[in-house]
């Protein structure tokens, strides 16, 4: 990239370029020819029989191919991390001056000439036209004398000449803005000139081999339809209407569910399913899950890389679907008290409330069956706020006429469930029977 005297080194180098062209014996009008980069109200022509061309940069505009290149610059902390370019687009007007009839519009088609036969300014032109340039004691010293440092030739692009076509009326307006009478004039645009800064930045290392690649995928979308549960493994589905419980394998029933590498997200943790279909996804429920509402979905990552060295990266993820995960309970007599032992465990900020149920095979046609419900203890009975969870929360009971009650436990809106009597000989066939206890 070059500096800020970029616009300065190609003014002077197309001021060389038309200077020496005519030198040359092919071109010659009888009379010597002067070569200036005056604003036009400022060049005067002198004496009979001299020739004067003009290069005026009357305009400098962003190049529209390189406005945008190496943005940002700076970090969100405010570091800068690159140089961008400052890409411009430079505006010249040639004029050619002359005292005899007919010999400006010689003179500027000589130099149109010169420009379009050269049309590019290639690095070796200006690498040798700016080593000449430095000895020239028309060019200011201040000027010549950094000139070797400005980098033109180094940068990327390479700096082409057009010639411009201005209308009547812009012709106009810039002449007498300039107040200068009007000569024979063309216009070109000389693009483009980089100028970048030499500030030290922060740069980020390479990423690594492995990370580059290009990766196709067909578009997959999973999606879960039904959450159903078996007690093992190997058993059987559980009809819908059976309660989930600690244990218990999952069973995910929707579409498109195996992906490159397939995970499952419940109660905040990744888990590897043990088994994986495209329709179904099953896995044993982890240890540590409260009882209550959970929610699970399936998420899909990709899996790229060549082998050995294969990563994954997020792909699609599945709908959620709710499901309630109920607590188990066992119930004891504690004197006038019921403890509940809970699987799982109880966190004390969880709502727990004590079911009672009156159990009679043969309910009484003069009254309906006794029933209460009593909320846990603040904090489930926990006393250390260090404890998190508990697995036996103590209820005390008041009013509740004896005799034997079916027990439930609801926490979070969740049931634990009761077990029915299979027995088709027994009396209490069909009926909830367990857990009970008998209450004086």
């Known amino acids: ?48 029989g001299l020739l004067q061309l003009n290069l005026f940069l009357y305009q400098v505009s962003p190049n529209p191919g390189w406005r945008n290149a190496g943005l940002p610059a700076r970090d969100e902390r405010g570091d800068r991390v690159s140089n961008p370019p400052l890409a411009l687009d430079l505006h010249y007007l040639l004029t050619a001056y002359a005292n005899s009839n007919l ?19 290639t690095r070796d032109y200006i690498r040798s036209s700016i080593q000449a340039i430095a000895s020239d004691a028309t060019v200011p010293l201040e000027i010549r004398s950094k000139l070797g440092e400005v980098g033109l030739e180094r940068q990327l692009e390479q700096i082409k000449l057009s010639p411009e076509a201005l209308s009547t009326e812009e012709h106009s307006r810039l002449w007498s803005a300039m107040q200068a009478k ?55 589905l559980l009809p819908p209407s059976e ?73 699609e993820a599945s709908n959620p679907l709710a499901f309630l995960l109920s607590p188990g309970v066992s119930a004891a007599k ?56 508990t697995d036996r929360i103590t209820f005390a009971l008041s009013g509740v006429e004896g005799g034997d009650y079916l027990v439930r436990a609801e926490v979070d809106g969740a049931h634990s469930p009761l077990a029915r009597d299979l027995n088709p000989l027994s009396p209490t066939f069909g009926l909830y029977v367990q857990p009970r206890v008998s209450l004086p």
Do not use: C
């Not at 010999?103 to 300014?121: R, W």
């Not at 492995?210 to 190997?234: D, H, I, M, S, T």
């Not at 579409?255 to 109660?267: A, F, H, K, P, Y």
């Open 182 to 236: 009007y000569r024979p004039t063309v216009a070109y645009q000389v693009s483009v000139v980089l100028i970048e800064a030499q500030r030290p930045t922060r740069v980020a290392l390479p990423v690594r081999p492995e990370g580059v690649g290009v990766y196709a995928r067909p578009f997959r979308f999973p999606r879960l339809e039904a959450v159903r549960a078996k007690p093992a493994a190997n058993a059987e």
């Open 243 to 315: 309660p989930i419980l600690a244990g218990y394998h999952l069973v995910l029933q929707g579409q498109s569910l195996r992906g490159e590498v397939t995970r499952v997200r419940l109660g905040g943790q990744s888990l590897t399913p043990a088994q994986v279909s495209d329709t179904e996804v099953s896995f044993p429920l982890p240890a540590g899950l409260r009882a209550g509402p959970q929610t699970v979905a399936v998420q899909q990552q990709l899996l790229l890389g060549e082998p050995p060295a294969t990563f994954t990266r997020p792909g």
């Open 103 to 121: 010999h400006a519009e010689a003179l500027l088609g000589y130099a149109m000439q010169v420009l379009h036969e050269m049309g590019v300014l």
């Open 1 to 48: 990239m070059s500096n800020a005297l970029a616009i300065t080194t190609v003014s002077a180098l197309l001021q060389w370029l038309l200077a020496n062209r005519f030198g040359q014996p092919d071109v010659s009008l009888g009379g010597q020819v002067k070569v200036t980069a005056q604003p036009p109200d400022q060049v005067k022509v002198e004496g009979n």
């Open 334 to 389: 504690m004197g006038g008290d019921l403890e509940l032992t809970f699987t799982p465990r109880v966190g004390r900020d969880q709502r727990v409330t004590l079911l009672l149920n009156e159990f009679d095979p043969t309910p009484p046609a003069d009254r309906p069956l006794r029933a209460y419900s009593f909320p846990a203890p603040p904090h489930n009975g926990i006393a250390n706020p260090n404890q998190p969870d």
